[in-house]
């Protein structure tokens, strides 16, 4: 009875020269082809679910002003320790953290942030893993800048804090909630809190705080612009008196007020159990103000050696510090601090006021700085002890070769990648990679905005680009580096290159000047450009350098030149730590009529 029908369908295979049996075969195909259609339905309906949670965020009407611009932030995290904003950081713990950039952000419109925003350490939103957490958003304001240059680029101003994106005052931020997260959520915040203004340090007996406006950074950023420094004044200090001070000048991350100084006994218990990790001991408050008596004690001793010292403040829209030079990108603080607020700062407490006088000292960035300021400046200081500084040489940008090396993230192969190590422990463990701190600058903030330390070397030492900014080492999201890019750098900014390379104009300026120390386990690997620009310095002739390179063995950042004691105690001893190297340069190049007091030349 069902002849008919198999005859309609052989009938039918003719028709499309096929026999019953590739019809067979054919009718199988087109089965699994439908079948391979529904499953990829299903599986993209099942990624469109991931994929919608959402985060629906705005601000309460009474912080309402023009709008906002800004970046606004999105941190989650899987415990309530601290605030998600204080859980953010390159170490294996940190918590989830999202970025997008707002303009003109009213207080009647919400701001969406969803799997296109960009996220550390996850890439995505929707990489989020069911469950319980805790959500916090912030939104880190930015000011618009037209500056000398022609550009008009929009930062974050400092308001005192010295860049730091989650205490920066006028910042607005929601409190922090428990939430559960599931797929398709939809899940609303409101930034209901503002951070309030700091109270600047007040002066005391011997910490004075000096503000100046500085008329070549007023120009640059078309605004005023300020620098202060935080100066301890000599015991028995007289502006009457015929004594002269020499300048010791303390570089290093913003300083509140003068550091490690303080007038009291240490009001710390002498041992606690408050675990130190960097250090690996406990009790380290108690250390730190026994330190700062100690120098109290010293200073006020009848045969210590008379000095003014200063911290500064030179805080600016990229960074906690300019880093001391001229730049296409932070303006002219190089010139700033030499010529307006040094000389400023002399005439006020009976400074020397001549370069033979002068002395800069710090560590890590201070000791870039340190190093930088005297062979860009070589006839304005006398001498300059550079501690782990920031890399000197960019043929060991840390770990990077920016002139050979075609890939800032990895070593790549034939067959395989190697990413770049980012930080080590004295043990030489890996503790990050490169990649890593870049996608978490990347995310806190776009165009070199992070306040972090990758974008503050880019925006002192790069070009502007075309729309103002920094112009980028290396992409971001590749890690390729541009040829270009470093190549500026390195006439600029390589202070090793510019030594060689300037030697027969400055090599006189800086002999018996240079002074760097490193620890050979530096955690940022530091130490390897000092090592190369150490085989410089040791090179040189007409003049021989006649400084000092030294290495703290299996020393750590930031080792500072004392063989002696734990980097705990060194660190805390800038300020007396060169006294004695200090008060031999001055015998060779300190007048007779110098009015020094308790130096004995």
Request: proline content about 5%; aromatic content about 14%; charged content about 25%.
């Amino acid at each position: 009875k069902m002849n008919w029908h198999k005859n309609l369908v052989e009938k039918s295979l003719k028709s499309f020269g096929m026999s019953s049996y590739q019809g067979m075969w054919s009718a199988f195909i087109k089965g699994v082809v439908i079948t391979c259609i529904l499953f990829y339905f299903i599986d993209y309906n099942k990624n469109s679910d991931d994929n919608k949670i959402k985060f629906e965020i705005e601000y309460s009407e009474k912080f309402q002003e023009d709008g906002f611009d800004g970046r606004l932030l999105l941190m989650i995290s899987n415990n309530n320790r601290a605030e998600p904003r204080f859980q953010i950081n390159d170490s294996h713990n940190t918590q989830m953290i999202f970025g997008v950039d707002v303009e003109s952000w009213d207080a009647n419109k919400k701001i969406v942030i969803d799997s296109e925003a960009i996220g550390y350490p996850i890439k995505s939103i929707k990489e989020i893993q069911e469950g319980e957490y805790y959500v916090q958003a912030f939104l880190h304001k930015y000011e618009t800048f037209n500056l000398s240059t022609g550009y008009t680029v929009k930062l974050p101003m400092d308001q005192g804090e010295g860049q730091k994106w989650n205490i920066s005052p006028k910042n607005l931020y929601s409190t922090p909630k428990k939430i559960k997260i599931k797929n398709s959520s939809t899940i609303s915040i409101s930034l209901d809190n503002e951070i309030p203004p700091i109270e600047p340090e007040r002066d005391t007996e011997f910490i004075k705080h000096v503000k100046i406006r500085s008329k070549m950074l007023s120009e640059f950023w078309g605004r005023d612009m300020y620098l202060q420094a935080n100066v301890l004044v000599p015991h028995g200090f007289d502006e009457k008196s015929n004594t002269r001070y020499p300048l010791m000048i303390f570089h290093g991350h913003f300083p509140n007020t003068f550091r490690g100084f303080r007038t009291v006994p240490p009001t710390a218990p002498e041992k606690d159990t408050i675990y130190n990790s960097r250090f690996g001991i406990t009790g380290y408050k108690y250390i730190q103000e026994k330190e700062a008596y100690d120098l109290y004690k010293n200073w006020i001793s009848n045969d210590f050696p008379r000095f003014l010292a200063i911290e500064i403040q030179h805080q600016n829209p990229y960074y906690d510090d300019s880093y001391a030079v001229n730049s296409a990108n932070i303006g002219p603080y190089g010139d700033a601090i030499t010529y307006e607020l040094i000389p400023h700062v002399e005439k006020l407490f009976n400074g020397v006021g001549e370069s033979w006088g002068r002395f800069l000292y710090g560590g890590s960035t201070g000791g870039w700085e340190s190093l930088a300021a005297q062979v860009l400046y070589p006839k304005e200081y006398n001498g300059c002890f550079a501690a782990c500084p920031d890399p000197i040489d960019f043929r060991a940008f840390t770990v990077v070769n920016i002139y050979e090396d075609d890939n800032a993230y990895y070593h790549e192969g034939s067959f395989r990648k190697t990413f770049r190590a980012g930080m080590r422990d004295g043990k030489g463990i890996i503790k990050n990679h490169l990649i890593q701190i870049n996608k978490r600058e990347s995310v806190l903030g776009s165009k070199g905005r992070s306040g972090d330390q990758w974008d503050i070397w880019q925006a002192v030492y790069s070009p502007s680009g075309e729309d103002g900014y920094p112009k980028p080492i290396w992409d971001r999201e590749t890690g390729k580096i541009d040829k270009d890019v470093a190549n500026y750098w390195k006439e600029n900014y390589d202070l090793s290159y510019i030594m060689k390379r300037d030697w027969d104009k400055i090599g006189k300026d800086l002999e018996g000047k240079i002074h760097i120390y490193c620890g050979d386990m530096d955690n940022y690997y530091l130490n390897n450009a000092v090592v190369l620009t150490e085989e410089f310095l040791e090179s040189t002739t007409d003049p021989y350098y006649n400084g000092e390179v030294d290495y703290g063995d299996m020393a750590e950042h930031c080792w500072n030149g004392d063989h002696e004691n734990p980097n705990h105690i060194s660190r805390l001893r800038y300020n007396t730590m060169y006294i004695p190297k200090i008060k031999e340069r001055l015998r060779k190049t300190a007048p007779k009529n110098h009015n020094l007091e308790n130096w004995g030349i």
